[in-house]
């Protein structure tokens, strides 16, 4: 086997301090006291505040109106992503799978029409979601969250890819043993789909977990925020109080906010890869 070249060890090197230097200033900041964090600035080394801090995050109510903590934001963010990720793999499938083995005569412009939307995000089509969710009685609900949110041009594309490189046989052998539409999909298409399923809850996971504007305007009660929200309040707080700016509790909260998609990337990953690279079966 050839050696690799000792340069892309250190590009790579180079690359993953990069990467991971932010992160770790943040920790590092997050365990040393407000006051010296005010007087010194960042922080590369591990303080002594560690526990007290991140028991304080976790479990005493803060914000605004002191009625939320940041356990209660990690249940709603959690809540957020793998439903947003689990809606957005189930309408994905079922879309791929009638634009691929329904054969009416929309079929293709409709897919294109769905495809098209990846040029519209979400800040283009958000008032008229919020109104009608609004209309629904959904603002403030995991519900209203969640809903306008699980259409997916992407999953859509990845998922028609995928059904399209399943052999004709298969179908055909289906229907000789009498296999309905919905038999045929529940039976055959969605266990041969599982690296693909595994690739797209995790990509969709991440992109829930990480939603800033729409919890922001949908969310009006503390309890109803997520982390990500929370690290922007707590940041307002920080600035507009007139007591000693607290950053070290900011710092755990993004620390905090990093730590579940970081976890389900690492644990996941070989499924991840091997959903995105795998087309033949």
Do not use: C
Not at 233 to 256: D, H, M, S
């Amino acid at each position: 086997m050839d050696r690799t070249p000792i340069s892309t060890h250190i590009i790579l090197i180079i690359g993953a301090l990069f990467m991971t230097l932010p992160v770790w200033v943040a920790f590092a900041t997050s365990t040393h006291a407000p006051e010296t964090i005010l007087r010194e600035g960042l922080q590369f080394w591990p303080g002594p505040h560690l526990v007290e801090t991140y028991n304080e995050v976790l479990f005493v109510e803060g914000g605004v109106m002191k009625q939320v903590t940041a356990t209660t934001m990690l249940q709603n963010s959690m809540i957020l992503g793998i439903g947003f990720a689990i809606g957005k793999v189930i309408i994905s499938m079922l879309a791929a799978y009638a634009i691929v083995y329904f054969r009416f005569r929309l079929g293709v412009p409709l897919f294109w029409v769905i495809f098209m939307t990846l040029l519209l995000p979400l800040e283009v089509r958000i008032i008229p979601s919020y109104e009608v969710v609004a209309n629904m009685g959904l603002l403030d609900t995991q519900t209203g969250l969640i809903l306008p949110l699980i259409a997916s041009a992407t999953g859509t594309f990845f998922f028609r890819q995928f059904f399209r490189s399943v052999p004709d046989e298969l179908l055909e052998a289906a229907r000789l043993d009498g296999a309905t539409a919905w038999g045929f999909f529940k039976d055959i298409l969605v266990p041969l789909s599982r690296t693909m399923i595994a690739a797209i809850l995790i990509i969709m996971f991440v992109v829930g977990w990480n939603q800033y504007l729409w919890p922001l305007i949908m969310t009006t009660k503390e309890e109803n925020y997520t982390l990500v929200i929370g690290i922007k309040q707590i940041y307002q707080v920080l600035n507009e109080g007139g007591e000693l700016p607290q950053f070290q509790k900011a710092f755990a909260l993004t620390i905090l906010a990093t730590l579940p998609p970081v976890l389900v990337v690492l644990i996941f990953q070989r499924w991840f890869v091997k959903g995105l690279v795998e087309s033949e079966k």
